[in-house]
């Protein structure tokens, strides 16, 4: 299958500082790629859909001033939690759409924990 | 009606057994339903996928069932070993826009 890498896997920050989440296509071209966010034992929650060369487009309820989300290139999805605080400690995850279909393949997470 | 229902919400099955898992939609637009396995501290990794023109879908041990009238389809894993322990969900999408998740089923298969 094809393969998403995620950068980095794990990230310790203290509350008020912005953290940086890398989301990579390695071997294909995604146009699209969204931005999850998992709770422990609980599933995926969809955060935004990004689309490369233009504005993500954010699910209800998340904050887009606070979760920035940039595509610059077609194989390069970045996710910025600025001013973080304890309750943005969570476990983010990425995928990728391969080109002309619906599947998405996943990264493998970045676990963010804020002091 | 975008929700996924998934169930059971964890399933215990013997080594060599079968596990079933089961999910239900709402949305009649949804027209692809892939399954995805995950491992603690892993991201999702895609199992088997379906579309509502096909009745069943099999690749090596999993079988995907879909039953367009009744709106629901199924995971089955057949021969079931304790390295297919893991979280389960169900998904679908309409176009190939965003994932509609179920809320996972916990498998674990004893030896």
């Known amino acids: 299958g094809a393969v998403v890498s995620q950068h980095p896997s794990w990230v310790i920050c203290k509350s008020g500082t912005s953290v940086k989440i890398e989301c990579r296509s390695l071997?294909?071209?995604?146009?699209?790629m969204f931005w999850y966010r998992q709770f422990p034992k609980q599933s995926l929650m969809l955060m935004a859909t990004?689309?490369?060369?233009?504005?993500?487009?954010?699910e209800q309820g998340v904050e887009k001033d606070k979760f920035l989300i940039n595509h610059a290139s077609l194989t390069l999805s970045t996710l910025t939690v600025t001013s973080a605080h304890p309750e943005d400690s969570s476990f983010y995850i990425c995928?990728?759409?391969?080109?002309?279909?619906?599947?998405?393949?996943f990264g493998p997470g970045t676990r963010l924990l804020v002091l | 009606q975008q929700q996924v229902k998934q169930s059971p919400q964890s399933l215990i099955v013997q080594k060599g057994g079968i596990s079933i898992i089961n999910c239900a939609y709402e949305?009649?637009?949804?027209?692809?339903f892939p399954w995805y396995q995950q491992f603690p501290g892993k991201g999702p990794a895609l199992l088997i996928a379906?579309?509502?023109?096909?009745s069943e879908k099999k690749e090596g041990r999993f079988t995907i069932s879909f039953n367009k009238s009744a709106k629901q389809f199924s995971l089955h894993i057949m021969d079931s070993q304790p390295g297919d322990s893991a979280t389960y969900f169900c998904?679908?999408?309409?176009?190939?826009?965003?994932?509609?998740f179920g809320a996972g089923t916990i498998l674990r298969v004893k030896s």
């Open positions: 995928s990728a759409r391969w080109p002309w279909e619906e599947t998405q393949y």
């Open positions: 071997d294909f071209q995604a146009t699209t």
């Open positions: 990004s689309n490369e060369g233009s504005k993500a487009t954010y």
């Open positions: 949305n009649t637009a949804f027209d692809y």
């Open positions: 379906i579309r509502p023109d096909v």
């Open positions: 998904a679908a999408s309409q176009g190939g826009n965003k994932l509609v």
